[in-house]
Each structure stands twice: as structure tokens, then as C-alpha cells.
């Protein structure tokens, strides 16, 4: 047992207390409230509802916490605390607050050893971290003593203090004391003994990723998690942020469904129409999707070959960031590339996870810019289609990106409207000709 970590049962009383949206909303609002009439009453309840939830799915310091979560934009409808009182907030809402948050996230690094850091947040918290989210930068508009981070308590070191901790935890169990160090042990902890009880794999494989969260010594980390929560436990540590065609497909496997008919959704024709409309049927275009759907068909027969418990192993690995490809932000389900020559936003085997669209929309601008001008003034027919090439797999994880996070994730993060960009790819020169066969 990990010491003073919390047990697996402790962990899961405490998750769903903090997931309490209506409990904790209600409360945190009112003492907001009541900080406008008089800042003595105030008790930072907003901040210590973000602080823990922060804490639920990342092993991360104190300090990191507390210094680097970023302000906000805030949907439209949601102006003052009055307006969200009474709004309950959808979950496409929710998904655009949190992924807003990861995207900011990934630019920052852990304050002692300046390494990435690497936010996660499991499906279920979602709602309640976009909610503490939203009224923590309300708060910061109206009181804020930090006008640059949402978690503020108000004291030299930005500590939560005794009176703050006692008001979150008041309708929670007798004498439980929350501590970062404490979740930091239980959140490695749990991590180790799923990878342990779940795959075949060494738990100390993930210390090199666990050790860009926090100085705990990975090796003494361990709690005995009970068969009948190991799947849950295992469901609130998983990071969520990869998309695309090979993940979608991936999970239909793992849930039995054996066989890709000529409709289905999953397959690329669909997202690539999706892009270009009817038009995708030009012919040199058909012959393109007919060979990617080929590499479609030998994935999923990949997929298939192997045992259930295999590729669950594989899945929980994948979301666990353990399958690394050679390009940042993507993972390899295959495990050694077998396309060296082939950028992994082309290969059937790569998982993109959200953050690899920062590359994308970043190079996009730029990649129209190019375009025109390759298209316009270059006499070589190579370098048309290297740009188109590039062009057209670009749009397919954007589209794949929007069919998993909506359109409105998907635009604010790429900044730009995801329909405006499709209406800049229509009036660019065709790229149809140009799009090549291989697909190295």
C-alpha cells in the first residue's frame, strides 16, 4: 500500500462527492455572492472544488496547480454568475471549457523540472470541471486577487487553507483530510496497479511518464486495487484526447463488431465527403480512397487478429500514452513502425491524440498559402502533389477531430470556423489531380 495514499474505496467516495455538480455549484456561488457583500465571509470554495478535481485525474505539484491553470473564454450566453446560476450547462459546453484548457495547457511546463505537462480528464468529470472552471473565471472577473490563473486562494502561497478545506468537505466524510501529496501517491498508485492487473507489461514502463507529473519515487508506488473496481478505476485515469479513424475502428472491434459494411461511418469515404462533398467522386480521387480503404481493410484485419484481452491491453496502453509513434502527439498501435518514410497523419496504424491538431492548425495558414502559390507559378509536377498530398491529410484528421469534438471545439481551437476553412479549401485550384496513389 502506497503510504498515505488514499484506498481505491476512499478514492472512489471521494470522486463522486466531487462530482457532485449540484452540490458544489450551489455552494460556490453562494459564497461568491456572499464575498461581494462582505470578503471576509469569503472562503475560496470555487477554487478548492477546481483544486480537487484538478488533482482526480493528474499527479501533478502543488504548485503546478496552483500557478498554471489559465484563464478562459466563456461562451457567449454565460456573462455574469447570475446568468450561470441558472444555466445548466450542455456537454457539448462542457467539452469546449476543457478542451479550451487542455489546448492552453500544452504550451506550459511543470514549474521544478520544466517538462510537458500533460493534463487528463476522464469522461465523467468533464461536466464538473467545465462547471469550476466557468465560475472560477467569473470569480476572477468580479474579486480575483490573481488576474492570471482561476485558482486563487487568496493567501501568500496560494495555498488551500484549513477554513477553505473544512467548507469544501463539509458534507463529506468525518475527519478525511485532502492533501496534494496525498492524490499525488494514490493517483500513481492506482495507475501502476491497473497497468499491472490489466496488461503484460512492466507498471515501472510508465515511470518515465509518471515522472514529468511528479518527483515520487515510481518504484514504492502501489495499491492493491479490488477486481470489482479495477475497471472503473482504470476508466477515471484514461486520457480521452485520442480521435480518428483508428480509434473509432479500434473501439468497434473491441465491442464485437466484425465487419465494416459499405455505409459505414467509420470508413474515410465518409469523412471525405464530408470535405469535398459529391464531388469526392472525380476519378482520380475514387482510385486515392479506394487504396486508403484497402489500408483500411488491413488494419481492421489486424485488429481482428488478435485476442480480446490483447487488444484491450492495447487500447488501455494507447490511452495510457504507452504506445508511442516517432511523431510527437500520436501513438502506434502496431508498436515498431513499419512505414518509415510515411508521416503518421498518413499511416493506417497512428492514433492522433488532440493535441497533434496545434501542429495542424498552426502549419494550415501556412499550408494554404503554399498551396496557391505551388499551384500558381510552379512548372514541377512534384511539388503539386506533395502539397496536395499534405493538404488532403490534413483535412481528414480535422474532419475526423470534428466528428469526435464537435465543430465548435474543433473551430475555437484552430481558430478559425471549421465551414469557413471548408469554403477556402473549395476555392482553392483542384487538388484532385495532383493527389498521388502511394501514400509514402
Same mark, same amino acid.
Given at each position: 500500500?502506497?503510504?498515505?495514499?488514499?484506498?481505491?474505496?476512499?478514492?472512489?467516495?471521494?470522486?463522486?462527492?466531487?462530482?457532485?455538480?449540484?452540490?458544489?455549484?450551489?455552494?460556490?456561488?453562494?459564497?461568491?455572492?456572499?464575498?461581494?457583500?462582505?470578503?471576509?465571509?469569503?472562503?475560496?470554495?470555487?477554487?478548492?472544488?477546481?483544486?480537487?478535481?484538478?488533482?482526480?485525474?493528474?499527479?501533478?505539484?502543488?504548485?503546478?496547480?496552483?500557478?498554471?491553470?489559465?484563464?478562459?473564454?466563456?461562451?457567449? *450566453?454565460?456573462?455574469?454568475?447570475?446568468?450561470?446560476?441558472?444555466?445548466?450547462?450542455?456537454?457539448?459546453?462542457?467539452?469546449?471549457?476543457?478542451?479550451?484548457?487542455?489546448?492552453?495547457?500544452?504550451?506550459?511546463?511543470?514549474?521544478?523540472?520544466?517538462?510537458?505537462?500533460?493534463?487528463?480528464?476522464?469522461?465523467?468529470?468533464?461536466?464538473?470541471?467545465?462547471?469550476?472552471?466557468?465560475?472560477?473565471?467569473?470569480?476572477?472577473?468580479?474579486?480575483?486577487?490573481?488576474?492570471?490563473?482561476?485558482?486563487?486562494?487568496?493567501?501568500?502561497?496560494?495555498?488551500?487553507?484549513?477554513?477553505?478545506?473544512?467548507?469544501?468537505?463539509?458534507?463529506?466524510?468525518?475527519?478525511?483530510?485532502?492533501?496534494?501529496?496525498?492524490?499525488?501517491?494514490?493517483?500513481?498508485?492506482?495507475?501502476?496497479?491497473?497497468?499491472?492487473?490489466?496488461?503484460?507489461?512492466?507498471?515501472?514502463?510508465?515511470?518515465?511518464?509518471?515522472?514529468?507529473?511528479?518527483?515520487?519515487?515510481?518504484?514504492?508506488?502501489?495499491?492493491?486495487?479490488?477486481?470489482?473496481?479495477?475497471?472503473?478505476?482504470?476508466?477515471?485515469?484514461?486520457? *480521452?484526447?485520442?480521435?480518428?479513424?483508428?480509434?473509432?475502428?479500434?473501439?468497434?472491434?473491441?465491442?464485437?463488431?466484425?465487419?465494416?459494411?459499405?455505409?459505414?461511418?467509420?470508413?474515410?469515404?465518409?469523412?471525405?465527403?464530408?470535405?469535398?462533398?459529391?464531388?469526392?467522386?472525380?476519378?482520380?480521387?475514387?482510385?486515392?480512397?479506394?487504396?486508403?480503404?484497402?489500408?483500411?481493410?488491413?488494419?481492421?484485419?489486424?485488429?481482428?487478429?488478435?485476442?480480446?484481452?490483447?487488444?484491450?491491453?492495447?487500447?488501455?496502453?494507447?490511452?495510457?500514452?504507452?504506445?508511442?509513434?516517432?511523431?510527437?502527439?500520436?501513438?502506434?498501435?502496431?508498436?515498431?513502425?513499419?512505414?518509415?518514410?510515411?508521416?503518421?497523419?498518413?499511416?493506417?496504424?497512428?492514433?492522433?491524440?488532440?493535441?497533434?491538431?496545434? *501542429?495542424?492548425?498552426?502549419?494550415?495558414?501556412?499550408?494554404?498559402?503554399?498551396?496557391?502559390?505551388?499551384?500558381?507559378?510552379?512548372?514541377?509536377?512534384?511539388?503539386?502533389?506533395?502539397?496536395?498530398?499534405?493538404?488532403?491529410?490534413?483535412?481528414?484528421?480535422?474532419?475526423?477531430?470534428?466528428?469526435?469534438?464537435?465543430?465548435?471545439?474543433?473551430?475555437?481551437?484552430?481558430?478559425?470556423?471549421?465551414?469557413?476553412?471548408?469554403?477556402?479549401?473549395?476555392?482553392?485550384?483542384?487538388?484532385?489531380?495532383?493527389?498521388?496513389?502511394?501514400?509514402?
Amino acid at each position: 500500500m502506497v503510504k498515505g495514499g488514499l484506498l481505491p474505496t476512499e478514492f472512489i467516495e471521494l470522486l463522486d462527492y466531487i462530482k457532485d455538480i449540484k452540490l458544489h455549484k450551489h455552494n460556490a456561488i453562494k459564497d461568491i455572492n456572499s464575498a461581494l457583500n462582505d470578503r471576509d465571509t469569503y472562503k475560496k470554495y470555487d477554487s478548492a472544488w477546481l483544486y480537487v478535481l484538478l488533482h482526480m485525474n493528474n499527479g501533478w505539484r502543488a504548485s503546478d496547480f496552483a500557478y498554471k491553470i489559465p484563464r478562459l473564454d466563456l461562451p457567449d *450566453k454565460i456573462r455574469s454568475i447570475s446568468d450561470f446560476e441558472n444555466t445548466n450547462l450542455g456537454l457539448e459546453d462542457a467539452r469546449y471549457i476543457v478542451v479550451q484548457l487542455s489546448s492552453k495547457l500544452q504550451s506550459l511546463k511543470h514549474t521544478k523540472n520544466q517538462k510537458t505537462n500533460y493534463f487528463f480528464c476522464s469522461d465523467e468529470l468533464i461536466p464538473p470541471l467545465a462547471n469550476a472552471l466557468i465560475i472560477c473565471e467569473l470569480r476572477t472577473r468580479l474579486l480575483g486577487t490573481n488576474k492570471h490563473y482561476l485558482i486563487d486562494f487568496m493567501n501568500q502561497r496560494n495555498e488551500m487553507l484549513k477554513g477553505t478545506h473544512d467548507s469544501l468537505f463539509t458534507n463529506f466524510k468525518k475527519n478525511f483530510i485532502f492533501g496534494s501529496l496525498k492524490m499525488n501517491r494514490t493517483f500513481i498508485g492506482l495507475m501502476t496497479d491497473v497497468v499491472k492487473k490489466k496488461t503484460k507489461r512492466n507498471p515501472l514502463e510508465i515511470s518515465k511518464f509518471i515522472r514529468n507529473h511528479s518527483d515520487l519515487d515510481t518504484t514504492n508506488t502501489y495499491i492493491d486495487i479490488p477486481k470489482e473496481h479495477v475497471d472503473y478505476i482504470a476508466s477515471q485515469l484514461f486520457d *480521452k484526447g485520442y480521435f480518428g479513424y483508428t480509434y473509432d475502428l479500434f473501439s468497434k472491434v473491441l465491442l464485437g463488431e466484425t465487419s465494416i459494411s459499405s455505409d459505414d461511418p467509420l470508413r474515410k469515404s465518409a469523412v471525405i465527403k464530408d470535405i469535398f462533398g459529391d464531388i469526392y467522386k472525380i476519378e482520380n480521387l475514387a482510385r486515392y480512397i479506394n487504396v486508403i480503404e484497402q489500408e483500411d481493410e488491413d488494419l481492421f484485419h489486424y485488429l481482428n487478429g488478435h485476442s480480446e484481452n490483447a487488444l484491450q491491453e492495447k487500447m488501455l496502453l494507447l490511452n495510457f500514452g504507452q504506445l508511442p509513434a516517432k511523431e510527437a502527439n500520436y501513438q502506434c498501435i502496431y508498436g515498431k513502425c513499419i512505414f518509415l518514410d510515411r508521416d503518421c497523419n498518413k499511416c493506417p496504424f497512428a492514433v492522433p491524440h488532440f493535441y497533434a491538431l496545434t *501542429k495542424i492548425a498552426a502549419n494550415m495558414e501556412k499550408r494554404i498559402i503554399d498551396y496557391l502559390e505551388i499551384h500558381e507559378n510552379s512548372k514541377y509536377l512534384g511539388e503539386k502533389v506533395r502539397i496536395s498530398n499534405l493538404l488532403f491529410s490534413d483535412l481528414i484528421v480535422l474532419s475526423h477531430a470534428k466528428q469526435k469534438f464537435g465543430a465548435d471545439v474543433l473551430s475555437a481551437f484552430i481558430k478559425i470556423e471549421y465551414d469557413d476553412l471548408k469554403e477556402q479549401i473549395s476555392a482553392l485550384p483542384s487538388p484532385y489531380e495532383y493527389i498521388t496513389i502511394e501514400r509514402g
